[in-house]
């Protein structure tokens, strides 16, 4: 069963202290692997997909990274604004090769205080 | 480009009653599905329509929970009868092909009381 750990639970940030968050995952073959941000209240917003080990991609003051055992959310120079719970999801084939749901991680509140 | 809207966006119910969440995916967009998050849980996966098609229900929890998704476009999710243990927060998601990032709606929070 495909499996993902996202480190810490919960991570207070002053302004402008950049620190990196984790996902660690486990799964038969990775199809992508993606990152969403969330604020209360709200659905999950696509920020980011990974497919291969290696890859990099950025966005703003976010930059995610994939290797064949974990990913890394980068957070440079954070922003209040940037406070929300980050979540990774993986996408794996079954067998049939037919399975494109995704596997959550409980996610990552990060706080960011000015 | 309108996102996607769930319907309502809260619902209170008594155990043994019946509920109906319903979805409109982004327009154009063929792949529909259901997640669910339950209390202190991560977001789980229900099932993943393909046009008006299941193609994996494999997370429906029971089959008091029924999806269906009549003409490819719009979604409903009924419960019924509801139950303690279904109480959460139930998105939908979409996207253009399968393998491309699914886009979520804001939610529908259920209360079973």
């Known amino acids: 069963e495909d499996q993902v750990t996202q480190s810490p639970e919960a991570l207070r940030l002053q302004e402008g202290e950049s620190s990196s968050l984790n996902c660690s995952y486990t799964?038969?073959?990775?199809?992508?692997l993606f990152w969403y941000r969330q604020d209360p209240g709200k659905g999950p917003e696509f920020l980011f997909t990974?497919?291969?080990a290696g890859e990099e991609k950025e966005k703003e003051r976010l930059k995610a990274t994939l290797t064949k055992k974990e990913s890394f959310l980068h957070i440079t120079a954070p922003k209040p604004e940037d406070s929300a719970t980050y979540l990774c999801?993986?996408?794996?084939?079954?067998?049939?090769?037919?399975?494109?749901?995704?596997?959550f991680g409980k996610g990552t509140l990060l706080t960011v205080n000015p | 480009e309108a996102g996607v809207t769930q319907f309502p966006s809260h619902s209170v119910i008594e155990k043994g009653q019946t509920v109906t969440l319903r979805c409109d995916p982004i327009s154009g967009h063929d792949n529909l599905y259901w997640y669910r998050r339950v209390m202190g849980k991560e977001i789980k996966f229900l099932l993943h329509f393909v046009k008006e098609s299941k193609q994996d229900e494999s997370g429906m929890p029971n089959n008091r929970f029924l999806a269906e998704r009549t003409g490819g476009t719009y979604s409903t999710l009924k419960v019924q009868p509801a139950e303690l243990e279904d109480s959460g927060v139930y998105f939908c998601?979409?996207?253009?092909?399968?393998?491309?990032?699914?886009?979520f709606g804001d939610g529908t929070r259920l209360s079973i009381l």
């Open positions: 990974l497919y291969s």
């Open positions: 999801a993986v996408q794996a084939p079954n067998s049939g090769g037919s399975n494109y749901k995704l596997t």
């Open positions: 998601a979409s996207s253009l092909w399968s393998g491309q990032p699914q886009h």
């Open positions: 799964v038969s073959g990775l199809r992508g």
